[in-house]
């Protein structure tokens, strides 16, 4: 993936959406039914997994390791670059990310799930967490729990952006 390094040179922000909605899986049909229900029953895990690695991958590259000092003919610094050698559940990668890191050290994660799981996710990893279009007392109250599963994992939810989906007809 080339994002890290555009955005580095084009000074922007790139954002992943994590989508874990048992629609979308079922609406891609990605295998034999008993298959679309282990993937469902998983998703959170997966989706655990997933940004747990891509953490890891972000992190692999410390401070101060592109050097980019062209006269010396010197790209980055070796020793402050390492592999991470993730052996998960449904993943394995030894890393490290294998383009520059970007200014922020990663993407902006946005997140959509408002059920328990998905609430679980946001807090513990969302930089902003979408809400479907429902009353303002209703988004208020959602956002009043999701403090609560910011409480459990110990993050301030004054750090998640929450935007509501609006329809236009």
Known sequence: IESPARELLLELRV???????VEVIRRHGIGPQRAI???????????HE?????GKLWKSWEEGALVMDRGAGIFGDPAKVHRIEHAGRFSNSRGPL??????Q???????????PKGRTFAARYADGWNVPFV???TVAHKRNVLADHCA???RDPAEIRTAVNVGLC
């Not at 993937?39 to 997966?46: G, H, N, P």
């Open 15 to 21: 954002a992943i959406g994590i989508c874990c909605a």
């Open 135 to 137: 009353s303002p007392e």
């Open 50 to 54: 997933f940004i747990e690695v891509c």
């Open 105 to 115: 050290n990663g993407p902006a994660i946005l997140q959509a799930g408002t059920s």
């Open 98 to 103: 294998n383009v520059v890191p970007s200014p």
């Open 152 to 154: 459990s994992v110990g």
């Open 37 to 47: 229900q282990a993937v469902s029953r998983e998703r959170y895990e997966r989706a």
